[in-house]
């Protein structure tokens, strides 16, 4: 599934989120937490452990970066249950950013029943993340002080 979504901020403020999963809480309604594993620097092979909330129920698993162009590029693999590997490309779009994101990946167990759900009802989903960010972002905003 791709995902191509406009945000009213450059990507020098919208890359930041999608590298360092430590933000992930922030925005993302479904992300209960995130871990750094490696010690030092994000960089390729970086691993955080990871605890997702589907409803009721607590998933937990390790993502790994497994690429990261600064301002411009990141893929992050997400170990069993999930299986699965997201890729977000941010380019500049007028004033802001325009998001690619694609997700793929062979969902194991229990879990296998959410990729059965029809592909407007997981791509909402996954756009509450993006509304999240929206929302991180316009929060940010509004605490800055205004120049005059």
């Known amino acids: 599934m791709t995902l191509d979504v406009h945000l009213d901020h450059p990507p020098s403020r919208v890359f930041p989120y999608f590298a360092d999963p430590g933000r992930w809480p ?17 960089r390729v092979g ?27 590029r990141v893929v992050w693999h997400s170990t069993a249950p999930w299986n ?15 998001v690619r994101a694609d997700y793929h990946g062979d969902v194991a167990s229990g879990l ?13 989903i996954l756009m509450r993340d993006f509304t999240g960010l929206r929302r991180v972002l316009e929060t940010e905003d509004r605490a800055r002080p205004r120049r005059r």
């Open 46 to 72: 970086s691993r955080w452990a990871a605890v997702d909330r589907v409803g009721p129920f607590r998933v937990r698993f390790t993502d790994v970066l497994e690429v990261v162009e600064p301002d411009r």
């Open 112 to 124: 296998r029943l959410l990729a059965l759900l029809p592909t407007p009802v997981l791509a909402g």
């Open 84 to 98: 699965s590997r997201v890729e977000y490309v941010t380019t500049p779009d007028g004033g802001g950013t325009r």
């Open 26 to 42: 922030e925005f993302a309604p479904a992300v209960a937490s995130r871990r750094p594993l490696d010690e030092g620097a994000l």
